[in-house]
């Protein structure tokens, strides 16, 4: 049974090793790194740097005792009504298989039951058609708001997604 956990900071050696390239590695994290490949150390020490910028919680999704997917939460207001989910990845050897839909809708979930949260957005680069699956069968709709990024000496549009609270 998959259950979303704390994230530790040995997560990140396994949650790297999902990432199999550069395309992969700028799909999952965008231009928040400015080198690749990163470190474990790289990963845990943005983090840390995040959390201390305000609410940022790093959760890594479970089966068992193995890490099998992971993302972050985050409130990019101060009033703390949008949450913001970012840095997606599922173990690269099983995806596919549902693990990713079934994380995302722990994570709303908690969004709103815990975090009581009103709406959650996500953004996923168009050439990522998988995630963007993903997300609109776990129950996010497109904002129409299309965000260009450079990545990779090519601009990539980066598609906003939300999902309201059921309440």
């Not at 590695?25 to 080198?35: E, M, N």
């Not at 069968?137 to 450079?150: D, L, M």
Request: glycine fraction near 6%; charge should be negative.
């Amino acid at each position: 049974m998959l259950e979303l956990d704390t994230y530790r900071e040995e997560d990140a050696s396994v949650i790297l090793s999902w990432i199999d390239s550069e395309l992969s590695f700028r799909k999952w994290s965008a231009d928040r790194y400015p080198v690749y490949p990163i470190t474990p150390e790289d990963m845990n020490r943005f983090y840390r740097s995040q959390e201390k910028k305000g609410f940022f919680l790093p959760l890594t999704a479970r089966e068992e005792t193995e890490p099998v997917g992971h993302l972050v939460l985050r409130f990019p207001e101060s009033d703390r009504s949008v949450l913001r989910f970012g840095f997606v990845i599922v173990d690269s050897r099983i995806r596919g298989r549902g693990y990713g839909k079934q994380m995302i809708r722990l994570a709303l979930r908690y969004g709103f039951e815990t975090c009581n949260a009103k709406k959650i957005t996500i953004g996923v680069f168009e050439n990522n058609e998988p995630a963007l699956r993903c997300y609109l069968s776990a129950g996010f709709h497109s904002t129409g708001e299309v965000n260009p990024y450079p990545i990779l000496g090519q601009t990539w549009n980066c598609l906003e997604l939300e999902c309201l609270s059921p309440e």
